[in-house]
Nanobody
Framework: HVQLVESGGGSVQAGGSLRLSCPTS????????MGWFRQAPGKEREGVAV???????SYADSVKGRFTISEDNAKNAVRLQMNTLKPEDTALYYC??????????????????RGQGTQVTVS
């Protein structure tokens, strides 16, 4: 069973920053494809960022240059640094992990495990 618990969401003004964190077990962290997706009310789920086991990353076009996904090896956690936030970034953000081949954002959207989500509100 893969346990994922997001933290770091909140409310900020446009142009501000937030950092999300998703700690997990060492076995999951070392072997799973991990990333973030988001869902806003009335909108489809959107893959935001993914990091593969080899450290390669992919981002949605809507967040490129503003969001950065990274690993915290000391805490077995994946982080999402979100800068220059826009109102359209408002959504429930989920951490996701999948033990299969990492095909990028599509893998995260269909991931076998996800957290409960953390709300990000940009006004």
């Amino acid at each position: 069973h893969v346990q994922l618990v997001e933290s770091g969401g909140g409310s900020v003004q446009a142009g501000g920053s937030l950092r999300l964190s998703c700690p997990t077990s060492s076995s999951t962290f070392s072997s799973y494809c991990m990333g973030w997706f988001r869902q806003a009310p009335g909108k489809e789920r959107e893959g935001v960022a993914v990091i593969a086991r080899d450290g390669s990353t992919s981002y949605a076009d809507s967040v490129k240059g503003r969001f950065t996904i990274s690993e915290d090896n000391a805490k077995n956690a994946v982080r999402l640094q979100m800068n220059t936030l826009k109102p359209e970034d408002t959504a429930l953000y989920y951490c996701a992990a999948d033990g299969g081949i990492c095909w990028g954002l599509l893998t995260i959207l269909a991931a076998g495990s996800r957290g409960q989500g953390t709300q990000v509100t940009v006004s």
